[in-house]
């Protein structure tokens, strides 16, 4: 059966969802060792810093919830108040939510798409992806882009970083005069270089731990790139730090940032921390000239700015539930295989006795005619005889049903 269960930016805070992230290097491991052993015969992870979510072909969802927590070292009681579990045709629904990103934090937000479509290659690398995730997937992709094109659902942009330039521009008079320094150079690090750079600020740097990947993001900005190791060096020249980073451990911890507070004179400096887990160490935010921001910290910005999307929301709504019940046609027809092989394997059954059983009378030199005859009628008597016999034994109660479904199944006419 298919399931989704997980928890998200409505359901857990973030001290909860960075326990649970799966990195990227460890996804293909991660899998394996979901579907070894047990009752699970698909899977794929979507893991963002706002959910973390199994999709899954399974008969036991509770038993990958166990999975969920013992995989990061979470007592399962920790985690349970914040789980959702969602079976069939709400699994459905809340991946095209999701896809179309009328589940997101940022209401109509890009990224998650590019998200799903990485779950899902990690997923078909693995061996995980079969034709049930394979197809919900698919469908996923054609129904965000669906919902894109014919809402107005992803209009009028409201991001993260849009949040993030909001806020800077609270705590400073200008930002042309302000030193900004991207930890990272990942794709919400490149939506956020973007939003900074449009305000022109005084110096813009790039530190991430590939010198290469560093330089070709800030060029693009008339920037400059230091290497990760070398933050402690140069902390102290910026203003604003924003980090993103795929690291499990943080990287700016409190004494390094009491040290650069130190050098700037106790300057004020602005951080945005968007990496789940956290780049920065929750501690930072409680020195005096620091105001640190977390992605939790920056909804309530965001959700300030989305009237305009949410007047299409129900119509986005509306494209979902007609895309929900074509694709539980679908899955209701594929649950039906079984039965049509089980059924055509044992109509061959019947064919292939009853050839061979002709075969023997031709060749001790019966009359043609009277061989396919009783081909015929030996072939005829062994397909009616099941729903003949049901017929036959069925009580008054279920009789008239069994009828009418044998005269439809059968085409009969009334």
Known sequence: MLFALGLNHQTAPLPIRERVV???????????????????SEAAILSTCNRTELYLSTEQPLDA???LAEYHRVKPHELSPYIYTLPREGAVRHAFRVASGLDSMVLGEPQIL??????ARAAESAGTLGTLLSKLFQRSFAVAKEVRTNTEVGAASVSMAAAAVKLAARIFTSLHEQNVLFIG???????CATHFAAQSPARFTVANRTIERGEALAHRFSGDAIELKSLAEHLHSYDIVVSCTASSLPILGKGLVERALRARRHRP????DLAVPRDIEQEVGELDDVFLYTVDDLAGIVAGNLDQRRAAVEQAEAI???QVGQFMHWLSAREAVPAIRQLRETAEQA??????????MLSRGDDPQQVLEALS???TNKLIHAPTQALNQASSDERAALTALVARLFRLKS
């Not at 150079?185 to 939506?191: F, K, N, S, V």
């Not at 064919?351 to 023997?360: C, F, G, I, Q, S």
């Open 22 to 40: 799966f990195h990227v290097e460890r996804m293909r491991d991660a899998l394996a060792e979901l579907t070894r052993g047990r009752q699970v």
């Open 269 to 272: 400096m602005f951080m945005v």
């Open 377 to 379: 009628q030996g072939l």
């Open 65 to 67: 919830a166990q999975w």
């Open 114 to 119: 590019g998200q799903m479509k990485q779950a």
């Open 320 to 322: 979902i539930e007609t």
């Open 351 to 360: 064919r292939r006795h009853e050839v061979e059983r002709a075969l023997k």
């Open 185 to 191: 150079a990942g794709e919400m690090i490149e939506l």
